[in-house]
């Protein structure tokens, strides 16, 4: 039924080069856009420490045309690009901490959720969504040392990969879940069939399945190119992903798009004939390009992506032949992609501030030796120019930045360089 078993990045301790679509199996897939070679994108080098040697990994963005599946052309093992002391926190976002707020409202009052149902987060990261499902039982599952964040927080986390064996653990000692939910995580698990089977398993017959992911047409429309690196194995249209779930005899009863990251998508799934499809469904696939449309819609992402980069170097290059300073606001894993395919480095940026409280100060952007440091730096050294890295909520940040003082010219990047 699905794709004959194919070797897998996890456990190589390298990467394995995709050459058949993730999900059907399809192959020649098509190349959509090539972004070079790139750092993980969470693994961050002390601020000052010689640099060594570290992999780098062929960025290909390609396009199954059987299932219309865009995935990355690489699986890197998930030891690499999700490390033990992975600095991502969800927390520090207000736009998540809003979504997930939000996503309870919605959930609990679609599917009438009773106080003793189990709600089990796949990839729960530090709580932030279960946080807002505490009047039920709850229970995370995280394989890195931020689930220790939950835990701290009365959230308990299993500090584990989400597998099929993980899930029928979880099963047999808590029961079935009557929710799972897989926020930012379901597009980055190598085995996609191995966890919607896990997935499957754990839910109760009334069960269902919330999934949030980066939505596919949404990076198309935003030239959100950057948010493409090795955590993100797959990009999901609605469609492509509908296909997937279907396999397993999941069907998607309610869709619709959400604000985070820039643009996702939430998908709600159960058991083919348990719920009604909602109108949603039917509406966001009417809007998704297919087959030949798609295609085309591909190769004009490809050459506005170029055009954005060259534009984006012209507009530094005319800073830098003034003399400007120019400093980066906030260093989210696509701030590593968009630095590395423009070639950005500290002469170019003196430093990256994030917020008091944030991992990565002390650390060097990926693959570069551009600073990040504490953003307090920005208001006394007050640098001519800050290029918003996490531009998708520029709207959230501008506003404080010119609050708290800061005087230089506020850029996006993305999806057109321009002035604030
Ligand atoms: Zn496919």
Not at 106 to 112: D, I, Q, V
Request: charged letters at 20%; hydrophobic letters at 40%.
């Amino acid at each position: 039924m699905f794709p004959a078993k194919v070797a897998r990045a996890a456990g190589s301790g390298g990467s394995v080069p995709v050459e058949s679509c993730q999900v059907c199996g399809h192959a020649p897939l098509a190349t959509v856009l090539s972004l070079g070679y790139m750092p993980p994108v969470n693994q961050m080098v002390a601020i000052g420490k010689v640099p060594r040697q570290q992999p780098w990994f062929p960025t290909n963005l390609l396009h199954c045309p059987k299932c219309e599946l865009v995935q990355l052309g690489l699986a890197v093992d998930p030891v690499i690009i999700f490390p033990p002391e992975y600095p991502y926190t969800s927390g520090t976002t207000k736009l998540l901490r809003d979504n997930f707020a939000e996503l309870y409202a919605e959930a609990a009052g679609m599917l009438a959720l009773a106080p003793q149902d189990l709600i089990v987060d796949i990839g729960s990261n530090d709580g932030t969504l279960l946080s807002n499902f505490k009047s039920h039982r709850v229970l995370g599952i995280e394989p890195t040392e931020v689930g220790k964040i939950a835990s701290s927080c009365g959230i308990p986390t299993l500090t584990r990969y989400f597998t099929p064996a993980v899930a029928a653990e979880v099963k047999r000692e808590h029961g079935p879940a009557r929710v799972v939910t897989a926020a930012n995580c379901f597009a980055h698990i190598e085995d996609v069939h191995a966890i919607v089977e896990g997935i499957l398993d754990l839910l109760a017959p009334d069960g269902v399945f919330i999934s949030e992911s980066h939505y596919l047409i949404g990076l198309l429309e935003r030239l959100q190119y950057d948010t493409v690196y090795h955590e993100h194995l797959r990009y999901y249209s609605l469609a492509s992903l509908a296909h997937l779930l279907q396999m397993h005899g999941l069907e998607v009863f309610h869709a619709r798009p959400i604000p985070t990251h820039g643009g996702s998508i939430r998908v709600y799934a159960a058991r083919r004939g348990v719920r009604p499809v909602n109108a949603s469904v039917a509406q966001m696939l009417a809007g998704e390009p297919r087959g030949e449309a798609m295609r085309a819609r591909l190769d004009k992402f490809r050459n506005e992506v170029m055009l954005s980069k060259l534009r984006l170097l012209a507009m530094l290059r005319d800073l830098k032949e003034q003399g400007a300073r120019i400093c980066g606001i906030s260093a989210p894993s696509r701030a590593s992609t968009l630095v590395n395919y423009l070639g950005l480095d500290e002469a170019i940026v003196d430093y990256v501030c994030e917020i008091a409280g944030s991992l990565k100060i002390g650390k060097c952007m990926p693959g570069t030796s551009i600073p990040v440091i504490e953003e307090s730096r920005l208001f006394s050294d007050q640098p001519d120019c800050a290029i918003i890295f996490s531009w998708h909520i520029a709207d959230e940040l501008a506003p404080k930045l010119r609050a708290q003082g800061y005087r230089g010219k506020l850029l996006t990047p993305l999806p057109v360089p321009r002035e604030l």
